[in-house]
């Protein structure tokens, strides 16, 4: 530990650190105001201000009754889309991801370090080059519109991710265990099972995290290749704000933003610090 | 190890049969690999291919040349969004890293409440896109958010209204993706600040090194392989901004925030212009390259001079 | 038949030869340390034997069965690792039982097993431990007790002793010692500590560069190296290596020192009849040394007291280490913790030439009658 470096002018610091944690606060503490306030009452101020009354009925029409493209039904069937999507495939993304980062990096085969160099490619592809191509796919297997397609779709790219982090996890797991282990006449899924995956809830919670708020947030392929009905609830914002436009509803409209965001914001206060050891892992690829 | 997978199978029995008994196995490595590998390839190199014909609402074969990509780089659609491009990365990166590394640095005095405030300026890494640009839309909007806000009080006459100015509205997308994102940076830094070996700054104190010399010559040098981490992270991020566009802005007004993913999506989904979202596809991904490639070199030689040290 | 027998392995890692041509035989109940400094190859050489890696070519027996194509599982070996390599997810009951559940063994059988081994290390306390809360040491016997449960036809040891600290390291080598002496059974150690290959093996290998300087038991390693590299690696302080140059006298050979006045003639043991008049190199062990008052044991008339200058001594406790000047050469000389030369002055020692090593200077080999 250090000692502080700035003796003197420790106020200063305060001052200006707390003054951008207010600025970084501010849209956040707007949502949260306005979903509680009347579209009257936004409209007569702004968007910025306390509730004089609390409309606590914003978050019963945002869930389940405004209507986006002639479906009153809320944000909810978006949100279970989402869900729908998210879960399977960062289950699925993460348990693929983990044996193959276990094989990469635990044993040797030939063109290993190839292939994973191409698979890690993937974190630099953009988007754009895989849209055409995965609208051709899912169309000749019949995916098109389906919540099924986007879980194709993130899961086999989400490999690259969770490839990359359990495989950097795993070469950190010392040889002489796997030596040991192949001596004592464990084979290939019985190390796995007995021995690496004991010792990967760290590196998993980094990466079901990660895949979570990366699929939860995702837009483009939503957006591609879902509509009405079957979009998640990404789509669905932008859906809404268009809908919205011509009679503004921002307290509704903040509602929705709130709980849309709510199992993402979840998952970064519950789990902190293993979302920001994934950022940084992610960064170090 | 040096062991290999096919070299375990020699053993003594029949290869088949070896062969057999390890299917599951072969299984498990291979198929997600393969996946993952095969579908990035050919999907690169799909694009690429699309990108070279004159394929417009489906795919067909035939080659022109490059005339997608001079047809494509012709439209004003595409000069302003890759001028825009070059405008919003620049302000973006630059104010992000800035912005991340103030706040590393005053986070590293050892203030109180380090947790919470880290916590505050990382939160917005945790929204989509989609909601901050919402959010930001209604903030930066002239008749709803601060101006408005201002308006009311009683100065009547300020103006922030960047959202509908063609000239300032790329700024709002600087803004919001500031917001989004310097929480990031500040964490790689503040993690880069904290591993600063402890004898180097007992060392400067001893040399009296004041707190200002004590950065400037001491702490942030060892930053910059940090640094250049974060600004090909956040130019990655730049370079493919999509969604953030489309809620904040939808590109407009006019063409003002329009940016290349824009145009790509554009092309291939609401003109139907296959080909030519294709070739502007691979000139983002040439774009992207731009960046990656001299990145990547400079990590190998870095990477062989630790090697060699 | 031999217990392990290494018939002309190689080993290559692309243009690297790591091995080059090894062969070596040990009988059952051998205690073969495989010494040399890192990168000589002697673990290379153990992960082959254990089935860890494979040669490039040449072949390994076990128990005078070929097991080139056999699985490590399936070599009849155990193996403790430097690391220990405890699985750190598993207690110590399960570490020393995994093999057994690979094998499905039934549970009664492997806790039978147990129970014996960990009397034997005297871990009973430890089984429901998890690695992480063991000391050096217990990792260190929970390791053994993994590799002593197999009860295989051969032990593998890959430095076991060196993350210990050196007190720990003195105590468990006297133990792998005493549990080799109380199970005979036969063991491959690997180490590039001579100290654990003088004290603990019945044959010691060095290796150098992928190649086996010497095999042999280890009285003949330490006072007939080879060659100059094993006279150099084997003991501390090194034995000393000094040019000298070979005369015939009417008693034998002699190996002189220096020039002129201040040359030094030692007596040769040994006939060397085509090397008189030729530059070799002369090895004595610091040991041989010594002050004048010590006694010889039954040859002292193969002892010959000279004098020489002392540039400065290292009293180590249990005995002095000098530095001298022998001839002009510098050389090292073990007297009496209770006796400390002035430096700078000449003092008297006592050279036992019976212990006079030859080498030719320009292969390094040892020079035989």
């Given at each position: 530990m250090r000692d502080r470096i700035f003796a003197p002018s420790r106020m200063l610091i305060y001052l200006v650190v707390w003054l951008i944690a207010t600025a970084w606060l501010v849209p956040f503490v707007v949502v949260v105001l306005n979903s509680l306030r009347t579209a009257e009452e936004i409209a007569q101020t702004s968007m910025i201000g306390w509730p004089k009354q609390w409309a606590w009925s914003n978050y019963v029409t945002a869930w389940a009754e405004f209507c986006v493209a002639q479906t009153c039904a809320g944000i909810r069937p978006y949100m279970l889309n989402s869900a729908i999507v998210t879960i399977p495939a960062t289950i699925i993304s993460t348990m693929l991801g983990a044996v193959a980062g276990y094989a990469v990096s635990l044993w040797r085969f030939r063109g290993d370090q190839w292939i994973y160099g191409i698979v890690t490619l993937g974190i630099f592809l953009p988007q754009q080059m895989r849209l055409l191509p995965w609208t051709i796919v899912l169309r000749d297997v019949g995916l098109i519109n389906t919540l099924t397609g986007l879980v194709v779709i993130h899961t086999i790219q989400g490999l690259s991710f969770t490839t990359l982090f359990c495989r950097n996890y795993y070469v950190a797991i010392p040889p002489e265990l796997m030596r040991a282990a192949r001596i004592d006449g464990a084979g290939f899924f019985r190390i796995f099972w007995r021995i690496v995956l004991p010792l990967s809830p760290p590196i998993l919670i980094v990466t079901v995290i990660w895949q979570f708020t990366h699929i939860w947030n995702e837009f483009l392929y939503g957006v591609t290749f879902t509509t009405g009905q079957q979009q998640p609830v990404t789509a669905a914002l932008i859906a809404l704000s268009a809908a919205i436009a011509d009679i503004p509803q921002h307290g509704v409209q903040s509602a929705a933003v709130m709980i849309a965001a709510l199992p993402t914001l979840l998952i970064y206060v519950l789990g902190g610090r293993y979302f920001v050891r994934g950022l940084t892992a992610g960064a170090v690829k | 190890m040096t062991h290999t997978v096919a070299a375990e199978t020699r053993t003594g029995r029949p290869v088949t049969f070896g062969i057999l008994r390890r299917l599951p196995e072969h299984l498990a490595i291979w198929v997600p690999l393969l996946l993952s590998a095969g579908h990035l390839v050919s999907f690169a190199l799909w694009t690429v291919w699309i990108s070279f014909t004159p394929s417009t609402l489906v795919p067909v074969s035939g080659w022109v040349g490059l005339r997608n990509y001079t047809a494509v780089m012709a439209t004003r659609n595409w000069q302003i969004a890759f001028d825009n491009l070059l405008l919003f990365g620049c302000g973006f990166v630059l104010l992000s890293l800035l912005t991340g590394l103030l706040l590393a640095v005053l986070l590293d005095q050892r203030i109180r409440g380090e947790n919470v405030l880290r916590s505050i300026f990382l939160y917005p890494i945790a929204l989509s896109f989609v909601v901050t640009g919402t959010v930001w839309s209604w903030l930066l909007n002239p008749g709803l958010g601060i101006q408005k806000l201002v308006n009311d009080i009683g100065w009547t006459s300020f103006r922030f209204d960047w959202l509908i100015d063609r000239d300032m509205a790329i700024w709002t997308i600087v803004i919001a993706a500031v917001w989004q994102s310097s929480g990031f940076a500040m964490a790689l830094f503040l993690a880069g600040l904290r591993s600063v070996d402890a004898d180097l700054i007992k060392a400067a104190q001893i040399d009296g090194a004041g707190p200002i010399r004590m950065y400037r010559r001491v702490i942030l040098p060892t930053l910059w392989p940090i640094t250049v981490t974060v600004v090909v992270i956040q130019l990655q991020f730049a370079i493919t901004t999509f969604d953030l566009v489309r809620a904040l802005t939808g590109g407009g007004p006019g063409l003002a925030t329009q940016l290349p993913a824009l145009v790509v999506y554009d092309l291939m989904f609401q003109r139907g212009l296959l080909a030519r979202g294709a070739a502007a596809a691979v000139l983002m991904l040439l774009i992207l390259l731009a960046v990656l490639l001299p990145y990547a070199g400079w990590r190998y030689l870095q990477r062989r001079q630790a090697a060699h040290a | 038949m031999s217990a392990l027998s290494i018939r002309d392995v190689h080993k290559r890692f692309g243009p690297s030869e790591v091995l080059k041509g090894v062969s070596l035989e040990m009988g059952s109940g051998d205690f073969t340390v495989l010494v040399g400094p890192s990168g000589c190859g002697k673990s290379t050489l153990l992960n082959i034997i254990a089935g860890l890696e494979r040669q490039s070519s040449g072949s390994v027996e076990i128990g005078g069965r070929t097991v080139d194509d056999i699985a490590p599982k399936d070599r009849d070996i155990a193996m403790v690792f430097q690391s220990y390599a405890l699985y750190p997810s598993m207690t110590v009951r399960q570490n020393i039982t995994f093999g057994m559940e690979c094998r499905n063994v039934p549970r009664a059988q492997r806790e039978a097993a147990v129970s014996e081994v960990v009397r034997l290390l005297q871990i009973e306390a430890l089984l429901d431990r998890k690695p992480a809360q063991l000391s050096g040491g217990q990792r260190q016997r929970v390791a053994m007790g993994r590799a002593l449960?197999?009860?295989?036809l051969l032990f593998l040891f890959d430095e076991p002793l060196s993350n210990l600290d050196a007190q720990l390291r003195a105590e468990m080598r006297m133990e792998i010692k005493q549990l080799h002496q109380r199970l005979g059974s036969t063991i491959v150690y690997v180490t590039h500590d001579q100290i654990e290959a003088m004290t603990l093996a019945t044959r010691i290998a060095v290796m150098r560069e992928g190649v086996v300087q010497q095999f042999a038991d280890p009285e003949t390693v330490y006072n007939r190296p080879a060659n100059l590299f094993v006279a150099r690696f084997m003991g501390a302080p090194p034995m000393n290596t000094l040019p000298a140059r070979l005369e015939a006298s009417p008693s034998g050979s002699v190996a002189v020192i220096g020039h002129g006045e201040g040359e030094i003639r030692l007596p040769v043991p040994v006939e060397v009849k085509g090397w008189i008049g030729r530059e070799v190199v002369l090895g004595i062990r610091p040991e041989c040394i010594t002050e004048p008052t010590r006694h010889f044991g039954h040859a002292p008339d193969a002892v010959l007291t000279i004098a020489a200058s002392v540039e400065m001594t290292e009293p180590t406790g249990a005995e002095t280490i000098v530095v001298l000047r022998l001839g002009s050469e510098r050389a090292l000389g073990r007297v009496s913790a209770d006796l400390r030369p002035r430096v700078n002055e000449m003092a008297r020692f006592a050279i036992d030439t019976r212990k006079i090593n030859l080498f030719d200077p320009a292969t390094g080999d040892r020079i035989v009658s």
């Open positions: - | - | 449960v197999r009860n295989p």
